[in-house]
């Protein structure tokens, strides 16, 4: 059964791969392995014995003594819905996130940025959206940042092919961005959580590897463009009349302040990031209800949330939950683990296994991979191989599109090729990757 479900999730990959050849929507293809592969392992358990009823997977501490003795399908639905909970978390997340960027963007607050970035050339704003991005993610996250700056390229270049490059760029930012800070990452933050890195030691010990990742994939995508870029046309009627100026600042303000505030509500509250996104998002809606009262029933009909809700890309959300689902589905059966514990038994020098987790997360989730490799060793905090792990696990997921959730976001958003990015973007993300993780190496062997 487990060679079964193993191969339905790589021709479900594969089908996500070549969505472009296929014709058939990578959501659909998601949604598929997702259940299908959770269904299977469901029938696979109902074959085990009485006796088999907690699985060495399961290790819900608070719960297990509860259910040692009970019937095994009972430990099976704690442990998904413990998987969906996560799942849910991250979703709502994005669509709290993808909500509020499209109501600074009804609102044309974007356009203050986009309108003061007045070079054309298109070396020079590939360096000025790269650096914005990289250190706009370390503040935020790179799941946040990317939906951010994607729909800032939208409104500033025209020509597609040309736009995916910046997108690609971004992506390979925002990872590395995220990779410094225990806000700026999902895997930092379980780190983080688990007391294996601390705040600034990890941004002393990161900084200069992540910015190394950037800097040259940047440096060789620059190199390969030239000219000015094809600007949007403006349209004469895209921002309303009755929409002034400081209607466009406020929603900026609003905006950009109720994402900064969601890792700081998190470090305050220890409540999950969604909650502070849900809480930001309630906060521009009150603020568009009372401010579209005043607009006529046009602007306010294309201005408020309910519109904004309308254009989040909801495929992109199902796509996510579909390989959440496919992963968590893996990890459910130890395969994750049984692959993690293979790698140490193959690769014993632990730095060479970090480096192998960081390019694994770029085919694979890169949560489970990190979870799997806390639970491997008990290091103390700080060790050199946990700071490692958080570089490569937070910015190997660049090598490929769908490996990291900046990723998978702007594939969403911007309907990115999965072969164009191979072609185009991953062989610079592949050596900005191994070029950062050589400088951590390095910057650890002189500090002894």
């Known amino acids: 059964?487990?060679?079964?479900?193993?191969?339905?999730?790589?021709?479900?990959?594969?089908?996500?791969?070549?969505?472009?050849?296929?014709?058939?929507?990578?959501?659909?293809?998601?949604?598929?392995?997702?259940?299908?592969?959770?269904?299977?392992?469901?029938?696979n358990v109902d074959s085990l014995m009485p006796s088999e009823s907690i699985p060495n997977w399961f290790r819900l501490e608070a719960v297990e003594d509860q259910v040692s003795n009970l019937p095994?399908?009972?430990?099976?639905?704690?442990?998904?819905?413990?998987?969906?909970?996560?799942?849910?978390?991250?979703?709502?997340?994005?669509?709290?996130?993808?909500?509020?960027?499209?109501?600074?963007?009804?609102?044309?607050?974007?356009?203050?940025?986009?309108?003061?970035?007045?070079?054309?050339?298109?070396?020079?704003?590939?360096?000025?959206?790269?650096?914005?991005?990289?250190?706009?993610?370390?503040?935020?996250?790179?799941?946040?940042?990317?939906?951010?700056?994607?729909?800032?390229?939208?409104?500033?270049?025209?020509?597609?092919?040309?736009?995916l490059r910046f997108v690609?760029?971004?992506?390979?930012?925002?990872?590395?961005?995220?990779?410094?800070?225990?806000?700026?990452?999902?895997?930092?933050?379980?780190?983080?959580?688990?007391h294996k890195i601390g705040p600034s030691e990890v941004m002393s010990?990161?900084?200069?590897?992540?910015?190394?990742?950037l800097l040259v994939p940047l440096t060789c995508i620059s190199l390969t463009m030239s000219g000015e870029i094809t600007p949007r046309q403006k349209k004469t009627k895209s921002v309303p009349s009755e929409i002034r100026p400081w209607h466009q600042w406020l929603f900026l303000v609003l905006g950009l302040s109720g994402l900064v505030a969601v890792p700081l509500l998190k470090t305050i509250t220890h409540l999950p990031p969604?909650?502070?996104?849900?809480?930001?998002?309630?906060i521009l809606w009150i603020v568009s209800e009372l401010i579209g009262r005043h607009f006529d029933?046009?602007?306010?009909?294309?201005?408020?949330?309910?519109?904004?809700?309308?254009?989040?890309?909801?495929?992109?959300?199902?796509?996510?939950?579909?390989?959440?689902?496919?992963?968590?589905?893996?990890?459910?059966?130890?395969?994750?683990?049984?692959?993690?514990?293979w790698l140490d038994s193959v690769l014993p020098n632990r730095d060479v296994l970090a480096i192998v987790i960081g390019l694994v997360s770029a085919i694979v989730d890169n949560v489970p991979l990190v979870a799997a490799g806390i639970e491997m060793y008990d290091l103390p905090t700080n060790d050199p191989f946990w700071m490692l792990l958080a570089y490569c696990a937070g910015t190997g997921g660049s090598c490929l599109i769908i490996g990291s959730a900046a990723g998978v976001a702007a594939m969403g958003i911007e309907h990115i090729n999965f072969m164009w990015y191979v072609k185009r973007i991953a062989p610079w993300a592949v050596m900005g990757y191994l070029s950062g993780a050589a400088v951590v190496l390095l910057q650890q062997s002189l500090q002894g």
């Open 1 to 43: 059964m487990l060679t079964l479900i193993l191969c339905i999730f790589l021709l479900g990959y594969l089908a996500i791969a070549f969505e472009h050849k296929l014709e058939i929507n990578k959501a659909a293809s998601a949604l598929f392995i997702g259940v299908v592969c959770w269904s299977l392992y469901v029938i």
């Open 72 to 163: 095994l399908h009972f430990a099976i639905d704690v442990q998904h819905l413990h998987q969906t909970g996560e799942i849910a978390s991250i979703l709502f997340f994005l669509m709290g996130a993808m909500t509020i960027v499209e109501l600074v963007d009804a609102h044309e607050g974007f356009a203050l940025i986009t309108d003061r970035i007045v070079t054309k050339d298109k070396r020079k704003l590939l360096w000025t959206v790269g650096l914005l991005t990289f250190f706009l993610s370390a503040a935020l996250d790179n799941l946040t940042t990317t939906i951010v700056m994607v729909s800032l390229l939208r409104k500033m270049i025209h020509d597609h092919e040309d736009r």
């Open 168 to 194: 690609g760029l971004v992506v390979i930012a925002a990872n590395a961005g995220g990779a410094w800070t225990v806000i700026g990452d999902v895997t930092t933050t379980m780190l983080w959580i688990k």
């Open 205 to 213: 010990e990161l900084f200069l590897g992540s910015l190394v990742c």
């Open 274 to 282: 969604y909650m502070g996104m849900m809480l930001s998002l309630s």
């Open 297 to 341: 029933e046009k602007t306010r009909s294309s201005t408020g949330v309910l519109a904004a809700l309308k254009r989040v890309d909801m495929s992109s959300i199902l796509f996510f939950l579909g390989i959440l689902l496919a992963v968590g589905s893996l990890s459910a059966m130890g395969t994750l683990q049984s692959a993690s514990l």
